[in-house]
């Protein structure tokens, strides 16, 4: 008989509750860069310097917004499959997360390199500054998911199987990852559709 | 893992093409803006409002928010409205002052 | 005292290695505080570095005070003194203070629930290195970092902005805007301090979720949360605080270092930014810093007056309520600090309003104290009289505090010594006072021997009346016209007498810390044992046999009531005195007897080396981010980020079970202790 160290008086796993007391501090993260953008958003810009809106690319950014809206569902049916007892649709869901959110990075490259070309920058002004501070965190946030998503991948792989404990990681990722995703859906409605 | 009623794969798919279309309405109410008369004060709402309906549904469906203990709903919720209205304020002084001195 | 040893069991084969260098598993040497996860060795860690620079942060105030001591000194250059005052107060509050508290919420944490550690043992661990190696970074700057002269114009005396060793951080604690940008504070200083707090920032905000996950869900049976001490309480809130005001001044100072290195112009007024905003950013984490700054000393106070008072706290739910209140309303008080700053007449009034609103539930905490005392059974002890102490001085602190909140008043007093009074008193008088009442309650239970009463009544009379020599007079001198952050005033402004009285003060406050530093030293080795229950105490923490075995609880107790150790020891005559309950003797010695002879195996959360390396790998990167400029920043980056991701993919890939097979895994990633069988042996 041994006595445990950890106990559970809230009934919700430790880690759980910690990610979620995580997650809700990080609102005020992303709330100080979205309100950074708010404030400069409608400020005169020096000659020369585009508008946001003047280079704004919305049927792209829609499509890139699309593709990580359904990388939440890919994550969500994977920690579905793992439930179920399904390691291989489990590792399937997964990889296509994982490769979704590469894919909405790869488009959020591309997206910077042609405001790059026509003008817009890190230095050129303030709203662009925020600009590419408040996306760039964001991208990053999805990188170090993928990552995250790679590593469960990659556990699942190397021992044949993911097993109860690891479930409980998979869905804290999963949690994670929608958090990703509605920042996102913020971002995109304030700063993109919302002059 | 959570041990209450989960939700089904149908279900899921569901959300997901529900989101979908909101988004696809979003980008509509964009382009209704600028080739029609709908004027940014009447969309902007709308827009808020939709954003915000996506939110709650990825929230609550995808992060299992709906079927989890309350106590994570309010651990979330404090995050959220603290920001909301601290941010609020700092927005709302920071324009005046500007316009009383631009 | 009695060995319980459970031999390793020899059956089970070691698992096929995952990881590239053993786990380790010693507990003892220097290995063993180097790899440990037991919070009470990560607590006192916390404690020795945090005193460390609340060493290094009082000579800095010193030599500010050798400075202003007389007229148109030139004991520091004028460069020189705006690195002292603002490494004074950088480190007295991110250095000091907060981590000082960080020793006691590790320490004391599970021992007042009744837990054996806490919810995440390695990210415990991993707080304490980022914050070690984040001191040193920002402090390493003393040496390698450099400042330039202002841009423009014409200094008088050159030699005023000269820097005898490298430059610290000198653009003020609060790092206000333009002033921290690159053409004003050229070379690296303010790059130290911007990288620095980021990362000790990190430190305290991944210690928040630690402690609201514990709190939450380690507590014993019958620990409802309107039983837990007054100081977990504080805990709690003071983790509320941290979460939720920590990534704001993470935005603003990536913002700002941004600016700096990167070229946006987030602050830089003429490319279109606002200054302002950093202000409003700084102020929206630094007014809820405030808070956790005193929060936890008011904990560590409400455990003491009760104990020496021989009575329980006066309407402890008010206490406790009333300290969710000030944190709450902490959040909306910033702009206060910016009513000089051009934000409008609205925000003014609103702002000056809500601050006082603050008064209410700090005076309903001032009045619970008392009432404590009231009526009670006073033992002068040294914590007692610290407790004491810091109730006086911050309510004097607090009623200044008050006057800064009618803004037309705050007008007159900002950026003059009055504010340096007033702050001085509710953290000096206020947040060390505390902390020293507990550094002296708690110094029987960390050692296990008694400090000299008479030394430690030495030390608070020198530090008491020192103190008000220090920052008694600053009101004055405030309402004379001194101003702040001014490294010289002149001869005519007549402010001679006062500015002597304060520097004796700052001296005696001085000699009073070295008397504490020796009674510490030397009790710690030739003091009296202290037995069992020393101080007759009322909480679950003094259960313990002392020091406090490595287990904690040898068996986790049941609380039934608030005070539950006291319970057990008193019960209530007709009069309503406590009187000792007829079995008292038979208590006591079986809980001291329990308490070293645990008769289940215990398992414990094992050492790891993880946490060590993610924050030598985070020092790495912020030395590789200031010097990216030059040719070794690139690869300084790199080397630190590889440190930091194969770390933290060790620790989610380290093994779950060392030696045994037959319990089921709890999961590891970036949380769960890993609770594994290990020898019961009593360690001291």
């Known amino acids: 008989m041994s006595a445990h160290a950890i106990g559970e008086s809230t009934g919700v796993e430790n880690r759980k509750l910690g990610m979620w007391f995580f997650l809700s501090s990080e609102f005020l993260f992303f709330g100080a860069l979205i309100t950074n953008y708010m404030l400069f958003k409608g400020r005169d810009l020096p000659a020369g310097v585009p508008t946001p809106f003047g280079i704004y690319d919305i049927p792209f950014t829609s499509f890139s917004s699309f593709v990580l809206l359904m990388s939440s569902l890919t994550m969500v049916l994977a920690h579905h499959a793992l439930h179920e007892g399904d390691q291989r649709g489990t590792r399937t869901w997964l990889l296509t997360t994982a490769g979704l959110g590469l894919t909405f990075l790869a488009g959020q490259f591309f997206e910077f390199s042609e405001f790059y070309l026509k003008g817009a920058g890190l230095s050129v002004a303030p709203v662009w500054s925020s600009f590419f501070v408040l996306t760039g965190f964001h991208g990053a946030h999805v990188f170090i998911g993928v990552l995250m998503l790679l590593i469960l991948f990659s556990t699942s792989v190397r021992n044949g199987e993911l097993s109860e404990a690891h479930g409980l990681n998979v869905e804290l990722v999963g949690l994670y990852w929608h958090f990703v995703d509605i920042i996102w859906i913020v971002i995109f409605t304030v700063v993109y559709l919302i002059p | 893992m959570a041990e209450t009623q989960s939700p089904t794969i149908k279900l899921y798919i569901r959300v997901a093409l529900l989101l979908g279309v909101l988004t696809a309405i979003e980008v509509g109410l964009f382009y209704l803006v600028e080739f029609t008369g709908m004027t940014q004060a009447m969309a902007t709402p709308l827009l808020l409002g939709l954003a915000a309906s996506k939110f709650l549904i990825v929230v609550g469906y995808f992060m299992h928010l709906k079927y989890e203990k309350p106590l994570l709903s309010r651990t979330f919720a404090i995050g959220a409205v603290l920001a909301g209205g601290l941010y609020a304020v700092v927005i709302a002084d920071t324009i005046v002052s500007y316009l009383n001195n631009a | ?684």
């Open chain 3, 1 to 684: 005292m009695a060995t319980t040893a459970i031999p390793p069991q020899e059956d089970s084969a070691p698992s096929a290695p995952t990881t590239i260098f053993r786990r380790p598993s010693s507990t003892e040497g220097f290995w063993g505080w180097v790899t440990t996860t037991d919070h009470k060795k990560i607590g006192i860690m916390y404690g020795y570095t945090a005193f460390v620079f609340f060493i290094i942060g009082g000579i800095e105030a010193l030599l500010i005070r050798v400075q202003l001591a007389v007229p148109d000194n030139s004991f520091l250059s004028a460069a020189e003194y705006n690195a002292a005052f603002t490494m004074h107060a950088t480190i007295m509050v991110f250095l000091f203070v907060m981590p000082m508290a960080a020793a006691f919420f590790n320490y004391l944490l599970p021992l007042m629930i009744g837990a054996r550690d806490v919810a995440f043992p390695r990210m415990n661990a991993v707080s304490y290195w980022i914050f070690l190696f984040g001191a040193i970074f920002v402090s390493s700057s003393f040496l390698f970092g450099t400042s330039g002269a202002p841009v423009g114009g014409n200094l008088p005396g050159g030699a005023e902005w000269a820097s005898r060793l490298g430059s610290a951080p000198n653009g003020g604690w609060f790092g206000y805007a333009p002033n921290s940008l690159d053409q004003f504070s050229t070379g690296t200083a303010m790059d130290y301090w911007s990288i620095g707090l980021q990362v000790v920032g990190i430190a305290s905000l991944i210690s928040a979720v630690n402690f609201i996950s514990t709190i939450l869900n380690l507590r014993a049976k019958g620990m409802k949360l309107l039983r837990m001490p007054v100081f977990v309480w504080m805990t709690f809130v003071v983790a509320f605080l941290l979460l939720f005001s920590l990534p704001i001044i993470a935005v603003a100072l990536f913002m700002v270092t941004f600016d700096r290195n990167f070229g946006t112009l987030f602050f830089d007024a003429t490319g279109g930014g606002d200054p302002v905003l950093w202000q409003h950013l700084f102020w929206l984490f630094g007014h809820p810093e405030v808070y956790i700054l005193i929060l936890p000393s008011m904990g560590l106070v409400s455990e003491v007056l009760p104990t020496f008072s021989r009575k329980p706290l006066f309407g402890y739910a008010a206490v406790v309520f009333a300290g969710a209140a000030i944190a709450f309303l902490g959040f909306g008080v910033w702009a206060h600090h910016m009513f000089a700053s051009g934000i409008t007449p609205v925000a003014q009034a609103a702002f000056g309003l809500a601050t006082m609103t603050i008064a209410v539930p700090t005076g309903i905490k001032i009045f619970n104290w008392l009432g404590t005392m009231w009526g009670g059974k006073i033992r002068f002890t040294t914590p007692m009289l610290f407790a004491i102490g810091f109730v006086s001085l911050f309510v004097i602190g607090g009623l200044s505090g008050v006057t800064h909140s009618v803004v037309p008043s705050d007008w007159q007093q900002t950026d003059t010594y009055y504010i340096v009074g007033h702050f001085h008193y509710v953290l000096f008088g206020g947040a060390v006072f505390g902390l020293f009442a507990g550094l002296y309650y708690y110094f029987p239970m960390l050692t296990g021997k008694m400090f000299s009463e008479r030394l430690g009544k030495l030390h608070f009379w020198l530090m008491f009346i020192g103190m008000n020599l220090t920052f008694g007079p600053m009101h004055w001198l405030g309402l004379q016209g001194m101003p702040r952050r001014t490294w010289v005033w002149v001869e005519e402004q007549g402010l001679g007498f006062w500015n002597a009285v304060v520097t004796a003060g700052a001296f005696t406050i001085a000699l009073s810390v070295l008397i504490f530093m020796i009674n510490w030293m030397v009790s710690r080795r030739r003091g009296d044992d202290a037995g069992f229950d020393p101080w007759d105490a009322r909480t679950l923490e003094w259960m313990l046999p002392l020091p406090v075995p490595v287990y904690n609880w040898a068996k986790i107790p049941e609380v039934r009531r608030l005070d539950e150790f006291w319970h057990r020891k008193y019960t209530e005559d007709e009069d309503g005195r406590a009187v000792r309950r007829e079995d008292y003797d038979a208590v006591v010695a079986q809980l001291e007897e329990e308490g070293r002879n645990p008769t289940e195996e215990i398992e414990l959360p094992d050492p790891s080396y993880f946490p060590f390396l993610v924050g030598l790998g985070i020092m790495i990167l912020a030395y590789g981010v200031v010097y990216l400029d030059r040719g070794f920043g690139l690869p300084l980056v790199v080397i630190g980020l590889l440190t930091m991701v194969g770390s933290f993919v060790g620790w989610s890939v380290e093994p779950l079970e060392e030696h045994h097979g037959d319990h089921d895994g709890h999961g590891h990633d970036d949380g769960g202790g890993d609770v594994v069988e290990t020898e019961v042996v009593e360690t001291s």
